[in-house]
């Protein structure tokens, strides 16, 4: 989307769009409006501001003709901003080929603006991925969106609007990642994303392939793979800022299954959503390309380790012991575990090789966080409660809830084997979020910083947007907010 900004009201494109919230002075707002434009008075009293409300008015001027106004609800958040914007413009997107305007009055903050820019950009995303007929481009693709702001110089204002754009973007991506089937998005080609995101955006990105994996040890890894057609790739993607020196050294792991059909363990209902199985993938993914792009002077790696969990003769049963990067040896008790034994050296190798200061994984990983939270929030575990604070906080403020789920240290007991040093699951059928969550924190040495995020009810889920469940990226404006707070904290940290 390609974006100028206006500062004259006489400037502006024909068809003009204005937000609206919805409080007591909507009417006075409207009033002004009818005034400013010209236009008859009866809608003043008809449009309240409503949530996703929207009504389209003439005028007799020329610039703006066509008035669309589109409402926020009552003290909207940043979401419900976001969603109005981009569920307007998805609405209209076959009745517009020309610019079109933005009015900012209820855009008044930085993150107000953000929202509506960031909606405007999703809204232009087009899932047909391998529809043979060719699909009308976007009007905000192909013309410009001009934006109304009273000050020239508001550089706060023009950065949220450069940050609203590039979150989509990269969002769009994270769409289409998990949006392809396992087909199409072998590991491999999950490699191959992150390599040429990494030249575009300046962050170096290795990927390890089977005989790589194996040299270094990565064999919980690969014992998932070992039924799999598809080769393997453990991806490691490392963004340096120029302070590199002084820059906080940020982890952060996703669950890069590309399809899970559970293994011999095999799945039933469902199996078809589990090309989904790489939404943290897309998550951290999205996120170091996303901090690359915005420079963020923090020093973040991210792993992936990628890989289907297939069914074969070369299979792993249920009851193998397996090894793993750690040196932990692991009993596998139930082969559609799998995303936890990708993850275990995924974190071991991180801590090994990088020692971040913190650490995040972010996973599709138990049906048990959907049964717990539904679709409405992804389930947190953390190690250090201010960690968890703030990723809460920041999930709220961008619309990617978290919901805290405990790590107590009885769950341990449940993961006690007889034979191996852990097993890939708990003994009883309950808080499966959690024995996960402590399964995965066996493996990070204590780590004093570390949290898991577990997405599985809101990586791909029913949209607006998509007749079935479809991508989220849910985790890529999350985790780049988490490290925008973290420069602001440590150099606070500095100053003090
Ligand atoms: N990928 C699934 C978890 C999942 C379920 C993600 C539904 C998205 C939607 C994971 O690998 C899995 O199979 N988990 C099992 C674990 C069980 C066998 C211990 C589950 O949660 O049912
Ligand atoms: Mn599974
Ligand atoms: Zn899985």
């Known amino acids: 989307m390609k974006v100028s900004i206006v500062t004259d009201r006489k400037a502006l494109p024909q068809e003009l769009i204005i937000p609206v919230e919805q409080h007591d002075k909507t009417g006075h707002f409207l009033t002004s409006l009818a005034t400013q434009f010209e236009l008859p008075n009866g809608f003043i009293t008809d449009f309240k501001g409503k949530y996703k409300e929207t009504l389209v008015l003439y005028s007799n001027q020329k610039n ?80 410009n969106l001009e934006i109304l702001l009273n000050e020239e110089n508001n550089s706060l204002k023009k950065e949220a609007i450069q940050k609203g754009i590039a979150t989509g973007e990269t969002q769009k991506q994270a ?15 999950l490699a191959n994303w992150a ?117 074969d003769a070369l299979a792993i049963r249920p009851s193998d012991v397996i090894d793993s990067f750690s040196g932990k040896t692991i009993e596998i008790i139930d082969t559609d575990a799998e995303g936890r034994l990708t993850l275990a050296d995924g974190v071991a190798y991180m801590i090994k090789n990088y020692q971040p200061d913190v650490l995040i994984d972010v996973a599709t990983l138990t049906g048990s966080s959907i049964r717990a939270l539904g679709y409405h929030a992804g389930a947190l575990f953390s190690s250090s409660s201010e960690l968890a604070n703030e990723l809460k906080a920041v999930g709220e403020r961008t619309g990617e809830r978290l919901w805290e789920l405990p790590l107590y240290e009885e769950f341990i007991n ?72 973290l420069i602001k904290n440590s150099s606070q940290e500095e100053s003090a």
């Open 64 to 143: 703006p003709s066509k008035i669309y106004l589109v409402g926020l609800g009552k003290k909207p958040s940043f979401i419900k901003t976001r969603e109005a914007l981009r569920s307007f413009a998805f609405q209209k997107k076959d009745k517009f080929d020309q610019s079109i305007g933005l009015e900012t009055t209820y855009l008044s903050t930085p993150l107000a603006l953000e929202a509506a820019i960031n909606g405007l950009e999703l809204s232009t995303y087009n899932i047909h991925l391998f529809h043979s007929k060719t699909v009308k481009p976007h009007f905000l693709t192909t013309n």
């Open 175 to 189: 769409f289409d990642l998990v949006n392809l089937d396992a087909a199409h998005l072998k590991p491999t080609a």
């Open 195 to 311: 390599v040429q995101s990494g030249k575009k955006y300046g962050y170096e990105v290795k990927v390890f392939d089977k005989t790589a994996s194996a040299q270094l040890g990565l064999k919980a890894f690969l014992a998932v793979n070992r039924a799999s057609e598809f080769a393997p790739a453990f991806i490691v993607a490392e963004y340096r800022p120029k302070n590199l020196s002084t820059a906080p050294k940020v982890g952060f792991v996703g669950k890069g299954v590309t399809f899970d059909t559970g293994g011999l363990n095999i799945k039933t209902a469902g199996m078809h959503f589990m090309k989904s199985d790489m939404g943290g993938a897309a998550a951290v993914l999205g996120a170091i390309e996303l901090t690359a792009k915005l420079q963020l002077p923090i020093h973040l790696t991210v792993i992936v380790p990628a890989t289907d969990n297939c069914v």
């Open 414 to 485: 449940e993961l006690k084997s007889d034979v191996a040093d852990i097993r890939n699951l708990g003994t009883r059928p309950m808080a499966g979020a959690s024995t996960a969550a402590k399964f995965v924190q066996f493996f990070t040495d204590n780590h004093p910083k570390w949290a898991h995020l577990d997405i599985a009810g809101v990586a791909f889920s029913d949209s607006e947007y998509t007749k079935q469940k479809a991508g989220t990226a849910f985790g890529v404006n999350l985790l780049v907010e988490y490290l925008k707070g």
